[in-house]
């Protein structure tokens, strides 16, 4: 049974007294406050919550976290967040990754948690850099960004998270930017309500070495236009105006304007996070600005049997079937003597 917190907990009953060591203006701030403010809405008590982390600038919140926590090895984060589960259940386990921690050395440790569906929130930090190390390229950098690893620009072909993770039959998926607090607490919300491996990829600015990468959908100027926020059975609609939408036309997505050419809001796509095939969501996931805007809230979320409850089961299965129960009875089964 899930421990009713008797009195209100606060964000501040979640700050810690070490200094945070991020660089000024790094978007690490935003969502470790936004973090903060979500744990006292999950209903659990501090001591039933686990933060657990790998290495990179992101791997530190374990630290700015007044609750249990984990800073373990690199990419290996998955392991340990699925033996804290599996140990107990109870617990609401959260790990903190970023882009290069959980893509590139532990990116074997990410498709199998998904595809487990182990009951945890991954958080996954995504500036496009590698920051801790001083701006290498990371395995989601753009195509020809010049860094110190790639002097002369790189040529690598870059991982899209999300697509990554549905090729790994996540069953939750969302995306959110780290400075719109407000919808990533929202999210943070939805993801731990959900039984199953819960991944949030959260755009990050690196701002020493990676600059403005999202500018092109984050900017005033052009955000209304470049961002779409889904809410499942809500029409896709996006704009300054809020009259642009997505249709499907044959097998592509097209952006029409509401009022123009008989198009009505009755046209446009309602979004159905919860529809088991992802066909839709991995195209959603997969649009990119200038072309389309970038798809932003809880994009896939289908209910499945979790990995931990499933372990669980079989222990309890094994236990009722069991015809030695003790230590004591095992010693003394078979043949056995008593030397006085």
């Not at 007294?17 to 978007?27: A, K, L, S």
């Not at 939408?245 to 952006?255: A, P, Q, R, S």
């Not at 009022?259 to 649009?287: Q, R, S």
């Not at 299965?317 to 230590?327: P, T």
Request: proline fraction near 4%; charged fraction near 25%; include cysteine.
């Amino acid at each position: 049974m899930e421990h009713l917190v008797e009195d209100k907990l606060t964000f501040r009953d979640f700050e810690t007294d070490q200094d945070v060591r991020w660089c000024p203006g790094c978007g690490d701030y935003a969502i470790l406050k936004a973090v903060q403010k979500v744990m006292p809405e999950i209903g659990k008590e501090k001591e039933d919550i686990v933060f657990i982390s790998g290495i990179g600038c992101s791997s530190r919140f374990p630290y700015y976290m007044n609750t249990y926590g984990f800073h373990t090895i690199h990419g290996r984060a998955p392991a340990f967040a699925t033996g804290v589960k599996l140990s107990n259940p109870n617990l609401s386990v959260w790990q903190v990754t970023g882009d290069g921690d959980a893509l590139a050395i532990g990116g074997n440790h990410y498709i199998h948690v998904l595809r487990r569906n182990i009951d945890i929130n991954i958080l996954l930090f995504n500036n496009e850099i590698y920051g801790l190390t001083k701006g290498q390229f990371s395995p989601t950098s753009a195509t020809g960004i010049k860094t110190k690893s790639s002097p002369q620009g790189t040529v690598d072909r870059s991982f899209n998270p999300g697509k990554l993770a549905l090729g790994a039959e996540a069953n939750f998926f969302a995306r959110v930017i780290d400075i719109d607090p407000k919808r990533m607490a929202e999210v943070m919300i939805e993801a731990e309500k959900h039984k199953g491996t819960s991944l949030v990829e959260i755009l990050q600015n690196c701002i020493i070495f990676n600059d403005k990468v999202f500018a092109d959908v984050t900017a005033k100027d052009v955000k209304l236009d470049r961002q779409l926020w889904l809410t499942h059975g809500e029409p896709m609609i996006f704009g300054k105006e809020k009259n642009k939408g997505l249709v499907l036309k044959g097998f592509n997505l097209e952006i029409v304007t509401i009022g123009e050419n008989g198009i009505t809001e009755a046209d446009v796509l309602v979004h159905d996070a919860h529809c088991e095939d992802n066909t839709l969501h991995n195209m959603l996931i997969n649009m990119s600005a200038p072309e389309f805007p970038v798809a932003f809230g809880v994009i896939r979320q289908v209910a499945a049997d979790s990995f931990d409850d499933n372990v669980w089961k079989q222990i309890e299965g094994e236990k009722e079937n069991a015809k030695i129960n003790s230590v004591d009875e095992l010693m003394n089964s078979g043949v056995t003597w008593e030397i006085d």
